[in-house]
């Protein structure tokens, strides 16, 4: 990547797991300084050591993207920096119910953590980028806005709009030497994935790594609006279609087969 295009900083929004560690390690690889951003200390603090042994400055912050003052707090490690590049690798599914049935409550996380906030930051960085001239903005976003789907109506709805805010972003940003990117993941095997119990083992399945997914996020920033993580290119056209119920039935059915076993 162009560093006195996209650096010196980097902004990695859940940065210190799966994907998002790997965007801290390819640009730590290539001399990016970066500020990572992300709920758990621990494996934050695993991640920052990886980048600083790479001859990289790295800040660090332990914040729930959720909480009135996330941005005041992500403002105090950030606003004396010069930021090149924003990463929001931060939506992750937090809850998955029928949503008749569901906690409400809880379905306002998902939506605050994939859209209320992401916006938020997206509007204090892209604001940045747009005075400064140059620089982009990599949003993570999911195959799963391509298709309704069953317990996680609401998760699939709110990558939909994501996806959808990215297009519009890019347009705005294009004359301002912004590029924005919306880079679309399948099924990766990421330490979410292993935490909610998916059988990853199931024949057929298309699974990426973080390491590849990575890669291709940070080769394409620049051919926005959206990218589909290769692995997952033919599933996007499919559920793109217009029989829609008989996709939903089609997925539906296979998404049943990676769901652990019930418990008796």
């Given at each position: ?13 859940g ?12 640009l ?44 005041d ?22 809850y ?8 409400l ?5 998902v939506?605050d ?9 997206v ?82 399945l298309r ?17 926005g ?40």
């Amino acid at each position: 990547m162009d560093i006195a295009k996209y650096g010196p900083w980097a902004v990695i929004a859940g940065g210190s797991e799966g994907v998002g560690a790997e965007f801290a390690t390819q640009l730590a690889d290539q001399g990016f300084n970066l500020v990572l951003l992300a709920r758990k200390e621990g494996p934050l603090a695993e991640a920052a050591d990886a980048s600083r042994a790479r001859g990289v400055e790295v800040r660090t912050l332990s914040v729930d993207l959720l909480a009135s003052d996330a941005l005041d707090r992500i403002r105090q490690i950030t606003d004396d920096i010069d930021v090149g590049l924003f990463i929001y690798n931060a939506g992750a599914n937090t809850y998955g119910h029928e949503f008749a049935t569901g906690d409400l409550t809880r379905f306002q996380s998902v939506i605050d953590l994939n859209i209320t906030s992401q916006l938020l930051l997206v509007h204090h960085f892209g604001g940045r980028l747009r005075e400064r001239g140059r620089g982009g903005i990599l949003l993570v976003g999911s195959l799963s806005g391509y298709l309704g789907s069953a317990q996680i109506s609401v998760y699939s709805a709110v990558k939909s709009f994501c996806r959808t805010f990215a297009e519009g972003l890019w347009l705005e940003m294009q004359d301002h030497g912004v590029d924005v990117l919306e880079l679309v993941l399948g099924l990766t095997r990421t330490p979410a994935m292993a935490r909610a119990g998916l059988n990853m083992d199931t024949p057929g399945l298309r699974i990426s790594d973080p390491r590849d997914v990575a890669a291709q996020g940070l080769a394409n920033i620049a051919n926005g609006p959206v990218v589909v993580v290769k692995e997952h290119e033919t599933a996007a056209i499919r559920n793109s279609g217009h029989n829609r119920a008989e996709l939903l039935l089609a997925s539906q059915a296979a998404a049943r087969k990676l769901l652990p076993p019930p418990t008796v």
